[in-house]
């Protein structure tokens, strides 16, 4: 009997996280699927969250050619989640979250980044571990 859990297995496998310093958001998610395919996670699909390529980043995400954010700062860093998808299967959602300073007052700015869509449970949350362990989140 194996001590790995069901999770752990996948991000043993995963390698060591890679630099995305200088990377564009559509590089760093063909750095993310080639990953996956070599770990056999193979998602549905995966690809930047601004599909359509929209000039509206703040709402729909950095396009596909803008720099991957630098998340060193304190107040800057990246958050992985998963989340039931709209008609069927799981989504691993990448998103840049940064705080914008205001005077005396902020607010904390959530910028979708990547979106990895899987069938079943099981799978977002392994490919949530390895995607984890890739982007050093964990």
């Known amino acids: 009997m194996s001590n790995h859990t069901e999770l752990d297995l996948p991000v043993a496998l995963a390698a060591a996280p890679f630099e995305t310093v200088g990377m564009t958001v559509r590089q760093v998610v063909s750095q993310i699927e080639r990953r996956l395919r070599q770990s056999e996670l193979d998602p549905e699909w995966i ?28 107040h800057a860093r990246l958050c992985l989640s998963v989340a039931t998808g709209h ?39 392994s490919v949530a571990a390895v995607v984890s362990r890739l982007l050093d989140i964990d």
């Open 47 to 74: 690809d930047v969250a601004n599909v359509a390529d929209d000039a509206h980043e703040a709402r729909f995400g950095l396009r596909g050619d803008a720099a991957w954010p630098h998340t060193g700062a304190r």
């Open 87 to 125: 008609s069927e299967g799981w989504h691993v959602q990448i998103d840049f979250v940064f705080f914008v300073e205001d005077g005396e007052r902020g607010a904390w700015r959530s910028q979708p980044l990547v979106r990895i869509k899987v069938l079943t449970r099981s799978h977002a949350w």
